[in-house]
């Protein structure tokens, strides 16, 4: 009877050790592949830092759950804070869409005379496993002489997956309306 206590406490032990054992955390990042450089004679634009909701603007990935209810994920971080993530996506992807090698995203106080600044004001990324990502963006554009333009973008990205595939296909969907967000930015700044 003793050995069969003594088998049973060290079984409970191990299997309490295996449940404290925190997963090992995995960084993330939005951009993708460098995008080629542009012409000098396109637009400039300084892309500042994204504004975002107090619950996103952390270091950890923010998922929706059911029933209104979301999932922090304390093993899947982003590799640096969102807010310049963002900004540098869009920024990219405005710089191959207008052909521009002019496009910046800097990472705190470097400024230069541009052309456009473009601030973001991000209200939404509800991002669900297996299903996707909805962005909503208002962003302004305020050129170095003239009225602002602003706009609104709010897209929608399927990403199906199970298990680890489910975080890359999200993490690509993110991306992917991003680039869609500097899509629509960059058919108001040729219009």
């Avoid at 209810?69 to 990219?92: M, T």
Wanted: glycine share 8%; proline share 6%; hydrophobic share 45%.
């Amino acid at each position: 009877m003793m050995c069969f206590r003594r088998l049973v406490a060290v079984v409970f032990a191990a299997v309490l050790t295996a449940c404290a054992t925190p997963l090992p955390t995995v960084y993330y990042t939005l951009n993708g592949d460098p995008l080629p450089g542009g012409g000098q004679g396109s637009p400039s634009i300084v892309v500042l830092p994204a504004a975002l909701p107090e619950l996103l603007d952390r270091p950890q990935w923010v998922l929706q759950a059911n029933d209104g209810q979301v999932a922090i994920k304390e093993s899947r971080r982003w590799a640096e804070p969102l807010r310049n993530e963002i900004s540098r996506v869009v920024a990219g992807e405005l710089g191959r869409l207008l052909d521009s090698a002019r496009v910046l995203a800097p990472n705190g106080g470097s400024e230069f005379q541009a052309d456009y600044r473009l601030r973001l004001d991000v209200q939404l990324v509800d991002a669900t496993l297996g299903k996707g990502v909805a962005i909503d963006v208002f962003w302004r554009l305020e050129p170095a002489k003239g009225k602002p333009l602003t706009g609104r973008s709010q897209l929608h990205e399927a990403a199906e997956g199970v298990g680890e595939a489910a975080y890359e296909q999200l993490l690509a969907a993110e991306r992917r309306a991003l680039q869609r967000v500097a899509k629509d930015i960059a058919a108001e700044i040729r219009h």
